[in-house]
Structure formats: C-alpha cells, structure tokens
C-alpha cells in the first residue's frame, strides 16, 4: 500500500512539473556545442579533466546517458539547427572546403543549408528573440547568402567553413564578424588570441547588446571549435595535465569505465569494449614515446578545460544581469572522439612555436578510444563510439535538478521541436517561397521532466555509409558503403562491406554481442524500416 502510494505521489509531482515547465515565461536559450569531443571526456561523464561549470550545470539540470548526434560535424550542425535529417538539408556528406567549390552535386549532397529547411535562427526571430551566434558555422562558405547573417541569426562572429588554427586563423579560415573577415583578429583577453576565449566573449557582448531591450528574450548558439584538431593550448593549462597521462589510454580506460559506472551512467552488466587491435599496449610503447603521447593527451584536455573556464565566465555574466534563473542552457559535442590522423597521431607538439602554427596535429586513435569509453569506435562511425554524446540541459525555473540519468533516446534533431515549444514559435510550412520539409525530431520538455519520448517510427542515421536505424532497445548498425540492391528482389539501399549488425542496447549498450544471424525477423524488420527512412529522406548510394 505504501509503495502505491509513493507512486502516486511521484506521478503527481512529475505532472506537476511538466505542467509548470510549460507555464513558465518564454526562457532565453544559450546552445552549446564543442567539436570532436568524446563521450567520456567530462568530469561528470566519468573523466578526469576538470570540468567543475559543466559539471555545476549537469548537477542542477537533467543529464542524458542516451543521446545521439550526427556523428560528424557538419551534419550535426545542418541537424540540430533545422530539425531534420542532414539529407534533407543538402549536408547529406559534408560541405565543401574554402579552397574549392563542389560540383553540382542531388540537393541532398550540394553542400550547404538548402531553402527546404529553416533554421533556429529563422525561426525563433519572428517569435521576438533575438538570435545570436559565435562559433563555427560549417553550414556553407563560398557564397555569402549561405552565412549565418543570411540564414536567422542578428549578430555573428567566428569562423564560417569550420576549423582554424587556434592562435592563428587566417584567411580563408579566419574569424568573420557579421559579415566582414578579420585581416588579423585581436585577442579579446590580456593573453594572446585564442579562438576559444574569443568566441565566449563576442558571445558575452551579443548577450549585453541583446538584453539592453527590456523584456526580449535571447538565443545564443555557441559554437566551440576545441577540442577539434589542431591541438593547441596555453602551456599554463597544459601544465595541469602533463605527465597525469603516463598511466597510459589502456588504465586510463578502465578507470573512465569504473567511474561511468559508480555514476549510474554505464551499467556494469555494459562491457567494457576491448583496445582495438592496430592499438598498442601503452606498455609497448619507449619511455620517449610514452611522454610525447602523454603531451598530445595533456594539450587535448587543456583545450577541453579551456571550454570549460569560459562556459564559467559566460554563466558568471548570466548571473551578474540576472539572467542564469531564466536561461536555458543545453550542452552536447557534435560527434564522438576523433581518431583522425593514425593510430599515435600526427605533428609537432614539442616544438612550442611549430605546434601553434599547425593546421592539423592531433592526438590520434589510441587517445580517441578512451575518450570514446566505454564503446567502440570513433567520429564519423554510427555506432556508439562515434554517435553517442553527453547531453545536459540546465534551466533552474523551469527544470528542477534529477539525480537519476535521464535514459529516454534522445536525437539531435530533438533540439529544434524544444525550443519552439519553449519559444511558443510556430514552424511554418514555406518560408522564402519554399515549401519547408516537415519537422522530424519530437521535443524533449517531457523528458526534462523525466518523462520517456514518444516516436512514432525509428530512429536513423547515415554518414558515409556508416548507419543505424534503432527502434526501442534495438539497434541495427552498419559500417560500409551504401549500393543499391540488385534483382528482382531489390529491397532497397544496402550497407556493404561489413554488413549490418543487430545489437540489444539494454542488455549490450557497447555492441559487443552482434544477434543478427539468431534474430532474423527484428533484422529483416529494421533493415526494411531503414530502407523506408533512406528513400525518403534523400540517402543514394554511393556510385561505382
């Protein structure tokens, strides 16, 4: 009796809560996301770099243990800013790089945001916000129509086709402001230029500019390019990380996977996925090799609690205009660890000066398992290692702070149906004279209030070959190529060279045990549910 009794008390406070999240006033937003980082990076995603603001928002908001990006980043961004599946948007692959321009190419792969989709931006300016940007846009270059003054947002600054030399961008990925390049930007701190430290506080002067009209709320996207390639940071925070990682990717893994598992976030019946074959034993490895592999790791995490400082001085402005109470900030990375640049990385990281003028150093795919724990694989891969990402929404009016892990699957194009129910904006069906793809994600408010999501068919992705379709606790992944199937039998596109592979994610959320061949009809029943998704959202399969 006393058992249904709580129950009923905990259903009344949650539709309590549920209710009150919508009464509240419209909040102001503040999106954050950073670049190419792992899942297990943040302190309170189990690692050991320090995170303590992050952490702050992660203790006072609701954390996600089950929510997936795009697994790269432009696709994400094309995602998380529309709505819909990158496909859809023409970011189908990825844009095309400042030094040239892509051939024509079918709308789902031109390279850039379409006028099928609408952006956050575009969509919560008319509804009274004012909308603000810093930070990496990678949603479309060569022409200026394609930049985010033209696709919502009122101000801007950062750099428009994506990643940059963090001490030293130039053009053509150099800083833009509005819609004017930056010879030679200046730093805005009393220490040299640094992107990150810029992009926080031109935020921060968007934010003042904003909030000086009374009673308008305010959306910032804030766009991190750390902890990206190349590795560079102040050698004063890398000093608090060198010779931490002399413990080597293989222990550091295992104490990630302990401390996943003392939060709640990995259930130990969770396996810890093994090291990847072409991966040494950090044994294996020279005295001389240890220590430059344990620098690489140290600059990677001084740039990760670089974000982390300045996501403090960002909420400390919030707080001083007494704008913290009212702001939704959300948090998430754009894709899981990167393993770009071999299996011990690539460039110089010794030589202080060579390694701040670099445009691709990087730490590699030993460091990228662990930042990956407790999955496998990598950035650019749809199984988890590659699309799972921390999620945290922090909003003290209107989201009281959960202990428990919010487990619901939540996806990226989630983002957008959220805070147009926040918002009270309208998503319109033409805008610019197009007719605008309908909305795929579903808003994540209940969940806030711990609450499961609702879907009424699967969820998908697909990059470069690489996809899942997941339905519930199932999940079928593929790692390959897409073709079209053959004969008279043709089912539609198909994942080939690895093939698919079907896991339960309840019992097996590391993908360690493939069912595929002893659970034939949940594998005919996802491979036909994603065909449908493929088809209908513009995936083609790659030509011979």
């Not at 061949?517 to 998704?533: G, V």
Request: glycine share 8%.
């Amino acid at each position: 009796m006393a058992s249904k009794l709580f129950l009923i008390v905990l259903l009344c406070a949650s539709a309590s809560l549920y209710e009150s999240l919508l009464g509240q006033d419209r909040p102001n937003v503040v999106l954050i996301m950073v670049d190419d980082m792992g899942f297990a990076d943040l302190g309170c995603y189990g690692g050991e770099i320090e995170t303590p603001n992050i952490d702050r928002l992660a203790a006072g908001g609701v954390r996600f243990s089950n929510f997936t990006n795009g697994a790269r980043c432009c696709p994400t961004r094309a995602s998380l800013l529309t709505g819909l599946h990158p496909h859809q948007t023409g970011i189908g692959h990825m844009t095309s790089s400042p030094q040239r321009q892509r051939p024509a190419k079918p709308e789902p792969y031109q390279g850039y945001l379409n006028r099928r989709c609408a952006t956050i931006g575009e969509l919560l300016r008319p509804a009274g916000y004012s909308t603000l940007m810093a930070g990496k846009w990678h949603l479309g270059f060569h022409q200026e129509d394609r930049w985010p003054r033209q696709r919502g947002f009122d101000r801007y600054y950062g750099c428009i086709p994506g990643a940059t030399r963090f001490f030293h961008p130039e053009h053509p990925r150099g800083m833009t402001l509005d819609n004017t390049p930056i010879e030679s930007p200046e730093s805005t701190t009393e220490e040299a230029f640094y992107t990150t430290d810029a992009f926080t506080d031109y935020a921060i002067q968007f934010v003042i500019e904003a909030t000086s009209t009374p009673d308008k709320p305010f959306f910032l996207y804030l766009a991190y390019t750390a902890p990206h390639w190349p590795l560079q940071a102040f050698e004063d925070d890398i000093a608090k990380y060198r010779g931490k990682y002399k413990i080597g990717w293989d222990k550091l893994r295992e104490r990630r996977y302990r401390r996943q598992i003392e939060f709640g976030l990995i259930k130990p019946e969770w396996k810890l996925s093994p090291r990847p074959d072409k991966v040494p034993a950090w044994d294996s490895l020279d005295e001389k090799k240890q220590d430059e592999m344990d620098l690489k790791m140290a600059v990677y995490a001084a740039m990760v609690d670089r974000v982390d400082q300045n996501i403090g001085k960002l909420i400390a402005t919030l707080e001083e205009r007494k704008l913290f109470e009212d702001t939704l900030i959300l948090f998430l990375s754009d894709n899981g660890a990167c393993h770009e640049g071999g299996i011990l990385g690539r460039g110089e990281f010794f030589n202080i000066e060579k390694r701040n003028q670099q445009g691709a150093n990087s730490y590699g795919q030993a460091w990228a398992n662990a930042g990956s724990t407790p999955f496998r694989l990598y950035k650019s891969n749809a199984h988890q290692g590659g699309s799972a990402t921390p999620f945290i929404a922090h909003w003290p009016k209107g989201i009281a702070p959960r202990q428990e892990w919010q487990d619901t699957p939540a996806h990226i194009t989630d983002v957008v149906p959220t805070l147009l129910e926040l918002a009270g904006a309208t998503y319109p069906k033409t805008m610019h004279g197009n007719a605008l793809h309908v909305i795929e994600g579903k808003s994540l408010v209940p969940a806030f209030a711990g609450k499961p999501i609702k879907r009424d068919r699967p969820l998908c992705l697909e990059h470069q070959g690489n996809a899942f379709v997941r339905d519930g606790d199932w999940k079928l992944v593929g790692k390959g190529h897409i073709r079209q199937g053959q004969g008279d039998n043709d089912t539609g596109w198909e994942i080939f060279d690895r093939g698919w592979e079907l896991y339960n994610l309840a019992t097996d959320r590391t993908e360690l045990n493939d069912l595929i061949d002893t659970h034939p009809e949940k594998r005919d029943a996802l491979i036909k549910a994603w065909n449908t998704w493929a088809h209908r959202v513009g995936v083609l399969p790659k030509k011979s």
